[in-house]
């Protein structure tokens, strides 16, 4: 089992910026591909960003060359560094744990509750 708690979000004006952690329970994080993704009011969850445990990274495409996402396999932490905010990336980001890296919601198996993102335009 693996208990997966989001941080960091918040109200932000476009163009800013924000960081995303996720903390991990349990002793083998490392083996895990974790990634990030997003809903926003109306839509289906999106893929945002995977990482494996090697630290191989993909991203989708609303997310390149803005967002970063980076682990910590000491600390059991994941983190999605976003910049350069727009109104349109508002929406509920979740952290999510799975076997191998994955771009769709069903290659997870834990996930986290989610913290809210707002970009003010």
Do not use: H
């Amino acid at each position: 089992q693996v208990q997966l708690v989001e941080s960091g979000g918040g109200l932000v004006q476009a163009g800013g910026s924000l960081r995303l952690s996720c903390a991990a329970s349990g002793r083998t994080f490392s083996r895990y591909a974790m990634g990030w993704f997003r809903q926003a009011p109306g839509k289906e969850r999106e893929f945002v960003a995977a990482i494996s445990g090697g630290g191989g990274r993909y991203y989708a495409d609303s997310a390149k060359g803005r967002f970063a996402i980076s682990r910590d396999n000491a600390k059991n932490t994941v983190n999605l560094q976003m910049n350069s905010l727009k109104p349109e990336d508002t929406a509920v980001y979740y952290c999510a744990a799975g076997n191998f890296i994955d771009t769709t919601l069903a290659g997870y198996d834990y996930w986290g509750q989610g913290t809210q993102v707002t970009v003010s335009s």
